[in-house]
Structures are given as structure tokens and as C-alpha cells.
């Protein structure tokens, strides 16, 4: 089976600010990792992937994530935020591409 | 170019009706998914189709869930006997293959209230 936790389903920064997202998985196989956003009255937008290859991935929007199977994290990190980041993000793990289980989500609030 | 649609984007039931809900999939997409987000949670996986296939329902919480894809574009999910629990938004992604090199592509969701 696997899971994803999020932990702080509320994170405030400040613009310009590093934002730091966590994300733990776990997964008896090896995992593939996903970071998704989404705004007000939109649909999920996937932000960056891991599948194979570097374990250290820049998505849109300058943000980037890195794999860590020691730890079991893949956490989404982004150097300066942005007032249009302010929005909620959702981690993801799947190991067939058939079932994704998500996180419960973090909603990312960015003060000016 | 057009993404993928949802239809209605809300639905309010009273407990005990049935309702259908529509996922219209970005065009020659393969892969289709249905999921429920619960206010509050992440979204939960009911079920993927593979064109007209139905290959994972393991997501589905009851057997008044019940999901088609029978041409491999459109979509319905439908929920039978309605009942407070099943109030959520219920989303659709589609994808234009399996597998890590495509991006699974979300509607904006069906926001269903049950009364």
C-alpha cells in the first residue's frame, strides 16, 4: 500500500520568502512523485515529476523538488515567493501510473 | 485548445436520488481517471480506464458507484441511492498514454451536495 502525508496543511511566507513544502511517502516498491497545484475554482496542475533519472527536479514556476529515498520525502521548495503562488498544493505517489494517491494538501499563503 | 470538461460543475441531490456526472476527456486521450476530494482532503482515486477498459475500480467505496467509458472518450460516473457521505468534488483527469511520460490533465470538477 502506499500513502502520502503533508505535513502543515497551512504554511504562511512572506513574498520573497524561501517556501518550503513537506512530503513524506511511503511505498513498498519504488515510487514515482508528483507535486500538483491548485487555484480557486480550477483543476489540478501538475507543477514537476520524479520517475527516474536525477533525483533533483525543477518544475514551472521556479519551483523544484528533490527525491530522497532515505528519508522518503520529495519536498517542493521554491527560492522566492511570489504573490500568485499563494494557492494549494497536493504531493502525489503512484508505482503503476493506473492509482495516484494524494496528500491531503497544504495551502500555501503568501503575505506581502 | 479545449481541456478536459466536466458537467454540471454543481449538483445538489436530495439522499436517495441518483445522479450521473459527466467527464468529457481532452480528445484522443487514453488513459481516464475519476477521483472524489472531500472538503478539507486530498483527491482520493475511484477508478482508471484505458480506452474502453475499465482497469482499476478498486477506488469505487460502495457498489452504488458505478463508472463507464464505453466509445474510450467520454465518461460518466454515476452514484446510485445518494447518500450525506457522498457530498464532495468529484474530479476527472485524462492522460494521452500510460505511463511517466504523460501528464494527467484535471477538469475543474463536479461539486456534488447531497441533502
Known amino acids: 500500500a502506499q500513502s502520502v502525508t503533508q505535513l502543515g496543511s497551512h504554511v504562511s511566507v512572506s513574498e520573497g520568502a524561501l517556501v518550503l513544502l513537506r512530503c513524506n511517502y511511503s511505498?513498498?516498491?519504488?515510487?514515482?512523485l508528483f507535486w500538483y497545484v491548485q487555484y480557486p475554482n480550477q483543476g489540478l496542475q501538475l507543477l514537476l515529476k520524479y520517475t527516474t533519472g536525477a533525483t533533483l527536479v525543477k518544475g514551472i514556476n521556479g519551483f523544484e523538488a528533490e527525491f530522497k529515498k532515505s528519508e522518503t520525502s520529495f519536498h517542493l521548495t521554491k527560492p522566492s515567493a511570489h504573490m500568485s503562488d499563494a494557492a494549494e498544493y497536493f504531493c502525489a505517489v503512484t508505482n503503476n501510473f493506473n492509482k495516484f494517491y494524494f496528500g491531503s494538501g497544504t495551502k500555501l499563503n503568501v503575505k506581502p | 485548445g479545449a481541456g478536459v470538461s466536466q458537467s454540471p460543475r454543481y449538483k445538489v441531490a436530495k439522499r436517495g436520488q441518483d445522479v450521473a456526472l459527466r467527464c468529457d476527456p481532452i480528445?484522443?486521450?487514453?488513459?481516464l481517471f475519476w477521483y472524489q476530494q472531500a472538503l478539507g482532503q486530498g483527491p482520493e482515486f475511484l477508478t482508471y480506464f484505458q480506452n474502453e477498459a475499465q482497469l482499476d475500480k478498486s477506488g469505487l467505496p460502495s457498489d452504488r458507484f458505478f463508472a463507464e467509458r464505453p466509445e474510450g472518450s467520454v465518461s460518466t460516473l454515476k452514484i446510485q441511492r445518494t447518500q450525506q457521505e457522498d457530498s464532495a468534488v468529484y474530479l476527472c483527469?485524462?492522460?494521452?498514454?500510460?505511463?511517466?511520460?504523460?501528464?494527467?490533465?484535471f477538469g475543474p470538477g463536479t461539486r456534488l451536495t447531497v441533502t
Open positions: 511505498s513498498s516498491v519504488p515510487p514515482y
Open positions: 480528445s484522443g486521450h487514453v488513459s
Open positions: 483527469a485524462s492522460s494521452l498514454g500510460q505511463g511517466g511520460t504523460y501528464e494527467q490533465y
